[in-house]
Structure formats: structure tokens, C-alpha cells
């Protein structure tokens, strides 16, 4: 099932590139576009998914699948480090959905999808900390955009290698992207922005 990827991509497009966009960062920042508030909102994604994927791999039954789980939580940890702000203990919508997630077929397709929404945010990161003339957080931040890249490469070839019923990885990976932007969506007109449009 090497064509997931492509097929979220294709199937979401128009909510992807809204999570892709300038409001998406808006929104996880709580309205508060400075460095800090980037950075913490960045630990607190990484903090929750180096939680779940270290759950993942003591619960999954798929060696293949439980090592590569214990990859992702490191490289969460790594990036929580890296971007130098303390969680807040809050966590993404897409964790609580994640977190139900039982199966091999399921976690997989859940985690790739996470990546690829977690990539819309980080390069969202990158291009703030450009604006905001800081090259060194740029840079940063260029590291989780360039991990994140890698894991999506890592996630689809573990989906087509370790899936046994692609309508289960394709069914988890939709509910992810679908959680992410309804976050988003809540989110903006919590604060009485509108969502829908890019920008």
C-alpha cells in the first residue's frame, strides 16, 4: 500500500493546505506569534509523541513495527530538545485519536499521517523564525522538517511491507488528518478568525 501517502495527500488536499498555512501556526500558538510561543507549541507536540510511540513500542506485537515505534519516540525526544522550550503539557487533538489506535495496520497508517501533518506545522516553523531574522532557530526548526521528511519516507515503506489490511492504515490515517483540522478549524473560531481562508 506504497500509494497511502499520495492518496491522503490527494484526498485531503484543500485541508492540508490550510494546516500548511500561516493561520495553522496562528492557531497552535493560541494567537501568540513569537519564538517562544512556536518553540513551546513545538515541545508540546514532540512531548506527546515521544509519549505515544514509547507506548507503542512496549504494546505492539510487530517487532518490525514496535522497533520502529521506539525510533520515532528518540527522534520526539531529540526534537523536544532541540527546539529548547519546555512543554506546557498540553498535547495535540490528533494524540487522543492516535491513542486508540490498536492495531499494527492502524498505528501505522496513524503514525504516517501524523508526520505528514506535523511536517505542515514545522515548515510553517521554519518559515517564522526566517521572517523573524533568526537564523539559528530556523535552522532548528530545519532539522524536525528534515526528520519528519525522512520518517514519511520510513512510515510508507512500512506501510506497504508490514500492512495487512490497507482500509484499516487507510481508515486510521484519515481520522488523523480529519482530527488535526477540525483542531484547527475549532480552534481559529474559538478565537473568532475565520478558517477557511489561506493565508
Same mark, same amino acid.
Given at each position: 500500500?506504497?500509494?497511502?501517502?499520495?492518496?491522503?495527500?490527494?484526498?485531503?488536499?484543500?485541508?492540508?493546505?490550510?494546516?500548511?498555512?500561516?493561520?495553522?501556526?496562528?492557531?497552535?500558538?493560541?494567537? $501568540?506569534?513569537?519564538?517562544?510561543?512556536?518553540?513551546?507549541?513545538?515541545?508540546? $507536540?514532540?512531548?506527546?509523541?515521544?509519549?505515544?510511540?514509547?507506548?507503542?513500542?512496549?504494546?505492539?506485537?510487530?517487532?518490525?513495527?514496535?522497533?520502529?515505534?521506539?525510533?520515532?519516540?528518540?527522534?520526539?525526544?531529540?526534537?523536544?530538545?532541540?527546539?529548547?522550550?519546555?512543554?506546557?503539557?498540553? /498535547?495535540?487533538?490528533?494524540?487522543?485519536?492516535?491513542?486508540?489506535?490498536? &492495531?499494527?495496520?492502524?498505528?501505522?497508517?496513524?503514525a504516517l499521517a501524523r508526520a505528514l501533518v506535523s511536517l505542515k506545522t514545522v515548515e510553517q516553523m521554519v518559515g517564522f523564525f526566517v521572517g523573524?531574522?533568526?537564523?539559528?532557530?530556523?535552522?532548528?526548526?530545519?532539522?524536525? /522538517?528534515?526528520?519528519?521528511?525522512?520518517?514519511?519516507? &520510513?512510515?510508507?515503506a512500512a506501510v506497504s511491507d508490514l500492512v495487512d489490511d490497507d482500509a484499516v492504515a487507510r481508515e486510521a490515517a484519515d481520522a488523523v488528518v480529519?482530527?488535526?483540522?477540525?483542531?484547527?478549524?475549532?480552534?481559529?473560531?474559538?478565537?473568532?478568525? /475565520?478558517? /477557511?481562508?489561506?493565508?
Amino acid at each position: 500500500m506504497s500509494e497511502l501517502l499520495d492518496t491522503l495527500r490527494d484526498d485531503h488536499e484543500t485541508p492540508l493546505s490550510r494546516l500548511g498555512s500561516s493561520k495553522a501556526l496562528y492557531a497552535v500558538t493560541g494567537g $501568540e506569534m513569537d519564538g517562544d510561543a512556536v518553540r513551546a507549541a513545538a515541545a508540546a $507536540e514532540a512531548a506527546a509523541a515521544a509519549d505515544l510511540f514509547d507506548w507503542w513500542a512496549d504494546d505492539e506485537p510487530n517487532d518490525e513495527a514496535a522497533a520502529l515505534f521506539s525510533d520515532l519516540a528518540d527522534t520526539a525526544r531529540e526534537h523536544a530538545e532541540t527546539v529548547g522550550a519546555e512543554s506546557d503539557g498540553s /498535547k495535540p487533538n490528533v494524540y487522543d485519536v492516535l491513542a486508540e489506535f490498536e &492495531t499494527t495496520d492502524g498505528r501505522l497508517g496513524g503514525a504516517l499521517a501524523r508526520a505528514l501533518v506535523s511536517l505542515k506545522t514545522v515548515e510553517q516553523m521554519v518559515g517564522f523564525f526566517v521572517g523573524d531574522a533568526d537564523p539559528m532557530a530556523a535552522n532548528d526548526f530545519r532539522t524536525l /522538517k528534515s526528520d519528519l521528511n525522512d520518517q514519511l519516507d &520510513t512510515l510508507e515503506a512500512a506501510v506497504s511491507d508490514l500492512v495487512d489490511d490497507d482500509a484499516v492504515a487507510r481508515e486510521a490515517a484519515d481520522a488523523v488528518v480529519e482530527a488535526a483540522y477540525d483542531e484547527y478549524v475549532e480552534t481559529l473560531e474559538g478565537m473568532g478568525v /475565520k478558517p /477557511k481562508n489561506v493565508c
